[in-house]
Structures are given as structure tokens and as C-alpha cells.
């Protein structure tokens, strides 16, 4: 037996970003592609990048992406050789693995054996222990006698860590300070563990107060060949999803890089393991470091081990799943310069990280290309919906050192251009530019600490709001142009115009609506632009005249750093990785009062009405409640801008409505 089988047929069996990343060196390889899709998938991203298709069922995962019936029989009936589960979904699937074993496919990845023995964590310590790799100092014994799990706490010394068996991820962790709340604490925690894993057994672990959180990447062919491809930071955290990778580990001392890296080859070594690994490490301040599990699949962030290595990791995977030896030996594998990831989410940052459903109005990012890399898998127009991970992509920079990596990706965050979702783009710039973290002051409780700052949006709100209105005003003074043109009548004064009219003019009044909220403001028109004389921000804003479509804009004669997108109703202000978004409420020319628009109540923001409190001819008195939207998992009362009568209601409860549309005709002092 020669041991070889060549992959001419690829199934992909995952979605979004990671579906593309592996058709892409598939492809590459000349290796024909297959994607699978869900109902919710047709024309998705994956699909398009793959040589052909399949649909495997309805949207949710469950019926789909993990219906293993259904993917073994697509994989023979597309002629597939071989199957690439990506992560997640059924990546660390043994009855998976099995099945394509069944079916003589190759599944990319280890032999059951070693993803099961590493899906128990208790048995994946056991194994580890006996190899010689590091635990953290605790009590993991079968025996749980009260006497003898409190005398194993004192062994170990206080504070301790309790953690359920089964448990994993973090669920039902438990500090004990001291041997005082010992007793109560294991109670509360067997509770905890059996009502959540139906398994009451706890082990006792070392409480290290600022770990970090580093990993190995490793490799291993079917020839007997083990090596690992240098370690990734992730103790940038939040509830135990990662939010910052990085390569190498910030600060890590050499020996200990050296030590850790052989523990990791031997953990693989231990368990016969054969493709991509990743051996996981708690680390504590002095360099300790401490197996805490492996998984068995290739990772979310591997990309920026394939920056500092300039290796192609799913195509080692691929060569290994053939039977090849490892494309490369420990020595000839080097590593150069850093690699940093962030995961851009449609989450929620002023609400406590909601998932955001919705389409992706704008996608926007920076050019590829000198020290960026973006992983997507997903197009502007596109929708994210419940049923999947709403990450939008990952962002990865690399720099001959870590300052500069950073440099590049805060700035690559700043040029992202995202709108109809809320993500948290400006969150992560926020934390790739803390002072904490450009010293590389990184640990698991890094969020924790920085919370407040990195929560909080920088930047000068009145400047976005003049940005907006001026850009606004620009685009109907050009719809106007245009529109005087096409008509042909010479005498039309904006055909006349060749741009802004001059600075003796009156003050005018512009209403802006953004974020549920309304900015009222006052300008004089200048020439190419408009003047604030109220203070509080900046007092000239000017848009290049005949620039195409682009509004380049000058903030008191700075070209603004960032981007405007306006039509004649709408605007939004790309600014530091967030989008703000301003509708026009009215524009009425001269007189402070003048710019009140009481003939129509428009909806503040886009959402549903769930309540709909008047009918039509009710008199109703100034801030009376009309109606009730529901938008952003909040109720938002439409409440009668004046006393008057409701002359018309243009929707029913029930409706979906976007932003600034038109709720309702108001008749103004038509008093009862
Ligand atoms: C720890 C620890 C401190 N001391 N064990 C969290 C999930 C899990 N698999 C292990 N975890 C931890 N174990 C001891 N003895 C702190 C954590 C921890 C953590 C570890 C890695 C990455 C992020 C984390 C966030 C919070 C807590």
C-alpha cells in the first residue's frame, strides 16, 4: 500500500468565511470544490466560490450543516474524495469522522481515536498527565468525598478553582478564596454541574489570577513526522469568545516558547495525532504554563500562524490527508515578524454585545494587499441572520514587529466602512490602540479591566453632525444641478448657480435625525460649504465641489479622515470603524422656528410598530403617546409633537418600518 490517495473532489462541509478560505487553496491545488448549503445559504458567498453546489436542507444547523446522513450522501453523489469540515459545525465530530471512514472518504482531520480522547476533558488530562505535560497543580481524582476533596485543596493551596468534570468553556467555574467558604462552595458547585451536565464530579485546580491564554500550533503527517509552527495569544477574551489573536505571544521568554512547544509536540505524539492541532496553555506571570485541552481542527485564527510562518495551513492539511510527509520539518519551519487578528461581529457594543440581525446595507473594507489580510464570507447586501455565528469577518495585519501589525490593523479598523448593523469595529480599534495593550499588558481579564474605556465611543459627535448636514446639502445642491439641467430651463437659479451661494446669506436650519435622536442645527451657506457660529464644534465645513459622487470633505480646512456616503435624504458618516447614519428631517431655509415640521411624525429609527395608540381625527395634546416602535430589543414611544389632530395614519401595528418613514399626518393646533 503506497499510502497515498490524491483529492481530485473537495467537499466543504461549513459555511461563511472559512468555506471560502478553504475553496481558495483548494483551488489553487486544482482541486474541484464542493459547497453545501442550507435554505438560508442559496446565494451566499461559499456557495459562489466553490466549483458546485449542493443545498442540504433548512436553515437551521441542526437539519443541515450537522445532518451527517445528508453530507455523506452529498459528498457520493458529487463525487467528493474527501471532505474538509472547517470549524465548528462538525469539525470535532467523532461519529462524523467515522461515517466518512465508512463511506471511504478522507475526512480532513485526526483518526477518531484522538478526537474522542480529547473531546473528554477529564481523559484528555489523563493522557496528557501521563505524557509528561504540564497540569495545572490540582486534584482530579475519581474520589469525591468531601474530606478528601477539602484535604486536596489545602494540598494545593488557596485560592483554588473549582470546575465541573464535564464542563468546559468555563460553565461552572467557581473561585474559593479560602478554606472558610471551602465547603459551601463545593455544595454550590456539584449543584451547579449536576443540573448543567447531569454530573456532579468536580476537580480542584490552582487559581492562577491573571493567566494568559496561549496556544501551540501543531502539525503531524501519517509518516510519524510531529512538529509545531510557533504559538498564538488569545487572551484577549470576552465570556470566553476570543476577540484578539496575535503571533508570537507578546513578551514571552524563549525558553519558555521552547518548552512549551515541546510539550505541545509531545501531547500530539501521545495521542497518534495526525493534520492540524492546537495544543491550548493557561500561562501564569512567570512563565508557567499549564495544559488546559486540544482541539482537534483547524482554528479560527490560524491565520496569522500562516503570516509569521508564510505558510499555507489548509494546504499542509490537505497534502497531509493524502498521505503526504509534512510539507516542511522542524527545522526548515521559521517564523518573521507579527500577525494580529480581530473578529468583526454584528454585535451590539452599547447593548452588551447583542448578535444583530439585518442586512449589511454597506460592507466596506480597506484594499488587501501590503500587511492586510481580510477573511470574509460575506458581501455588502448580504443578510446576517439567526441562525449562524454573525461574524462578518477577520481582520488580520502583519508587520515586521508587533507595533507596526497594530499600526496597520487600528488603521485598516478605521477605514472599515459597515452600515445596517451595529458591529464592533470601533471596539476593537479601541482596544488595538489602549496603551494596555500596545504593551502587550495582556491577559484573560484584559476586557474586564478596560471595560469602561473600550465601551465608550471617542470622537466629537457636533463635528459628525456638521459633516452630515453640510454633505446632505451638497448632494441636493447637486441633485438640484442636475435636475435644472435635464429640464433645460436656463432661468432656474440652480442652473445659474455654480455652487454655494455666498457668505452674506441667512441662517438657515437643518434638523437631522440619528439614533432615535434629533440634532436641530444653524448654518450660514459659504462658498463650497457651510458656517457654524454656535460653538462647540468646528466652524467651517467644506465639500470639494465637482468630485463625481465622492464628498470630500474639509473640517475647518482638514480633509476629514473618513468617509461620506449621502443622497438627498440621508447620510452616513464613516468615522474610526463605526458608521453613523442621519436622515434628513426638514430643511427649511431662514428663521430659527421655521424648521419645525409638524405636518408629518416619521419613525426615529427602523423597526416594528407594536402599538398603534390613536385613530384617525383623535385630538391629542403635546408629548401624548401615538404610537409604540419596537426597534433594536426596545420600545420607543411616538409621542404628538404638538397639540393637534391626527389627520392621517399611514401604518397598522404590525408593520416593519424604516427609518424616517412617514407614521402619520398631524394637524397642529386643531385644539378639541
Ligand atoms: C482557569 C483559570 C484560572 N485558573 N484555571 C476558562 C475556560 C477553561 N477552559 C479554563 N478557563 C480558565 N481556567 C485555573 N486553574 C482561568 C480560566 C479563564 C480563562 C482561560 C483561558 C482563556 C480565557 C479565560 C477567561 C476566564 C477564565
Known sequence: MSGIRTIRTLLIANRGEIACRIARTAKSLGIRTV????????????????????????????????????????????????????????????????????????????????????????AAKEIMAKAGVPLVPGYHGADQDLSILKKAASEIGFPVLLKASAGGGGKGMRVVEAEKDLESAIAAAKREAAAAF???????????????????????????????????????????????????????????????????????????????????????????????????????????TEMITGQDLVAWQLRVAEGHPLPLLQEAIRRNGHAVEVRLYAEDPARDFLPQTGTLTRLGFPEAGTGIRIDSGVVEGDSVSVHYDPMIAKLIAYGADRTEALRLLARALGATQIDGLANNAGYLKRIVEHPAFLAGEVDTRFIERYGEELGSEAGDPASLHRIAATSLLETQRRKALEDARRSRDPFSPWAMAHGWRLNDSPLHRIVLLSGGEEFALEYHLESGGCRFEDGGGPVLVHVDPD?????????????????????????????????????????????????EDSGHVSAPMPGKLIAVQVAVGAHVAKGDPLMVLEAMKMEHVIRAPDDGVVAALHFAAGDQVEEGADLLLFEKGAEG
Open 35 to 122: 459547497a453545501v448549503y442550507s435554505e438560508a445559504d442559496a446565494d451566499a458567498l461559499h456557495v459562489k466560490s466553490a466549483d458546485t453546489a449542493y443545498p442540504i436542507g433548512p436553515a437551521e444547523a441542526a437539519k443541515s450543516y450537522l445532518d451527517i446522513p445528508r453530507l455523506i450522501e452529498t459528498a457520493k453523489r458529487a463525487g467528493a474524495d474527501a471532505i474538509h469540515p472547517g470549524y465548528g459545525f462538525l469539525s470535532e465530530n467523532a461519529a462524523f469522522a467515522k461515517a466518512c471512514a465508512e463511506a471511504g472518504i478522507i475526512f480532513v482531520g485526526p483518526d477518531v481515536p484522538a478526537i474522542e480522547a480529547m473531546g473528554s476533558k477529564a
Open 547 to 595: 468630485e463625481g459622487g465622492d464628498m470630500r470633505v474639509r473640517v475647518d480646512g482638514v480633509p476629514f479622515d473618513g468617509e461620506v456616503r449621502a443622497d438627498g435624504e440621508s447620510v452616513t458618516v464613516f468615522s474610526g470603524g463605526a458608521a453613523h447614519r442621519y436622515l434628513l428631517k426638514s430643511a427649511l431655509a431662514s428663521g430659527a422656528d421655521a424648521g
Open 198 to 304: 447531569g454530573d456532579d464530579r468536580l476537580l480542584i485546580e490552582k487559581y492562577l489570577t491573571r493567566p494568559r491564554h496561549v496556544e501551540m500550533q501543531v502539525f503531524a503527517d501519517r509518516l510519524g513526522n510531529v512538529v509545531h509552527l510557533f504559538e498564538r495569544d488569545c487572551s484577549v477574551q470576552r465570556r470566553h469568545q476570543k476577540v484578539v489573536e496575535e503571533a508570537p505571544a507578546p513578551g514571552l521568554a524563549e525558553e519558555v516558547r521552547v518548552a512549551m512547544a515541546e510539550a505541545a509536540v509531545n501531547a500530539a505524539t501521545a495521542i497518534d495525532y495526525v493534520g492540524a492541532g492546537t495544543v491550548e496553555f493557561i500561562m501564569d506571570e512567570d512563565g508557567g504554563f499549564y495544559f488546559m485541552e486540544m482541539n482537534t481542527r483547524l482554528q479560527v485564527e490560524h491565520p496569522v
